[in-house]
Structure formats: C-alpha cells, structure tokens
C-alpha cells in the first residue's frame, strides 16, 4: 500500500538537517506540502531546495512571540497544518549532576520541551477546527533507560514529553488527532556520528539487529504514524532503537 499524503500540510521542526531533514523528505516524498522550520534558516531553505518545494521558515522554538509570529506566518500561506513533527532538539552529553548549570538546563529545557509545547499551543487550534490531524514528538532512548551517554537535564527533557504526548493525546482524541511519540535510539545524525567514532562497535555489539541507526530508520516510523495507517493508534512511543531497549 502506498502512503498518499497529497493536499496535507506538514510543519517539521528541526527540519535543517539530520532525522528532521529525513522527515521532510520522506513527507514531501509522500505528497505533503512542508514547512520546513529551524532556527538555522538557511538551512531549512536547502531542505525544501532538496524536497524541489514547499516553505523554509526560520524561528527560535523556545520563545512565545517567535512561535506566534510562525503560526500567523505559516497560516497566512498555507491555511493552516494537518500534520506537526516536533523534532526539534538539543543534545547533551554526559557530565553529571553537578556540571550541569542552571542556564544549561533551562536552555535545553526550553528548546526540547518548552518548544514542542509552544508548537503544539501555536497550531492545536486549527487542527481541531479542520476535525483531524496527526502530531509527532520526539522523545529518546534517554527517557526509557536513563542517559547512557547523554546528560541528566537531556533525559529529563525527553522522559517530560512522554506525559505531554499522552496528555495531549486526550485533549485532541475527540477531534480526530492523533498524538503520538517515538523515541529514537542511537541514531547516526552529526553529533552522535561524533560521540560514537572510534566507538562504533562497541555500541553495534549492545544492538540486537547490530547495526547503528540511520535518520531515513525514524522518519519511516513518522510517516506510518501521520498516515491514515496510524489513524487508531493515540498516546503512544514508539521504540526505535534495533532492540536496544523492548519495553
């Protein structure tokens, strides 16, 4: 069966490179019409070049008057959205309780999760009002089992969303939205690329299906989970991880 997202809108945050850039190919691939949205603009834009389409939008998630600025923006020239991947992020590493500042901590709870909620906020509205939609956030291995490399305020941010998706779930269950979340392992994006190298085999060796990660790996899990495939399944994660972790 193919996937026909033809006539949808999809606003993919984080969209300027790695498993955002894979959600957005893999979306537009599928028919949607993408708003690509970063804070690396330039970015964003050599997303939607790559996809041959759509709109590339710059905007610091973390604050309220950019995000609202972004709503009116992206409804102005689409209407409004039928589809919504927050992936979107920060990464930390491993440093321990005490070397993590409060400043790092806001700052990475305020993109991570702060983010995903203002979104959501910006754009649930008009989802009810068009009685449907699909909404992706993205949670982490981290939330599961505790960081194994990352840092605490990471996996706290991660585990955070796990509630919000499922309480979200309920609020937007009687219009005809799904709220769902998945919850990547290690996954080869830049900066993990980085942290593994030299390292590869010993984290292939903890993988049952021994291999790392590839962003396309996630963004086919979206694209079941937008897709009228999906459309009874609300308030879950979804593990991607080749049996790192089966809960």
Not at 153 to 180: C, D, M, W
Not at 191 to 205: F, K, M
Request: hydrophobic share 45%; with cysteine; proline share 3%.
């Amino acid at each position: 069966m193919q996937i026909d997202l033809s006539g949808k809108i999809a606003l993919i945050t984080g969209a300027a490179g790695g498993i955002g850039r894979a959600c957005a190919q893999t979306l537009a691939e599928a028919g949607a019409f993408v708003v690509a949205v970063d804070l690396n603009e330039a970015g964003a834009q050599e997303t939607v070049d790559l996809i041959g389409g759509g709109l590339a939008l710059g905007c610091d998630l973390a604050q309220p008057d950019p995000v609202t600025a972004l709503r009116e923006r992206v409804i102005a020239e689409t209407g409004g959205v039928d589809i919504l991947v927050n992936c979107a992020g920060l990464i930390a590493y491993r440093r321990g309780i005490n070397a993590v500042s409060v400043d790092e901590w806001d700052l990475l709870l305020n993109v991570n999760l702060r983010g995903t909620f203002l979104i959501c906020q910006a754009f649930l509205d008009g989802m009810k009002e068009r009685r449907g939609g699909a909404i992706v956030n993205f949670s982490s291995l981290a939330a599961r089992v505790g960081g194994i490399e990352v840092g605490i305020h990471y996996a706290a941010s991660k585990a955070a969303l796990i509630g919000f998706t499922r309480t979200l779930a309920k609020e937007g269950g009687p219009f005809g939205i799904t709220v769902n979340a998945v919850a990547p392992g290690v996954i080869l994006t830049d900066p993990v690329r980085r942290q593994v190298a030299g390292h590869e085999e010993a984290y292939t060796a903890q993988i049952p299906l021994r291999r790392l990660g590839q962003p396309q790996d996630v963004a086919n899990v979206v694209l079941f989970l937008v897709s009228p495939l999906s459309n009874y399944i609300t308030g879950t994660v979804l593990d991607i991880n080749g049996g790192m972790y089966m809960g």
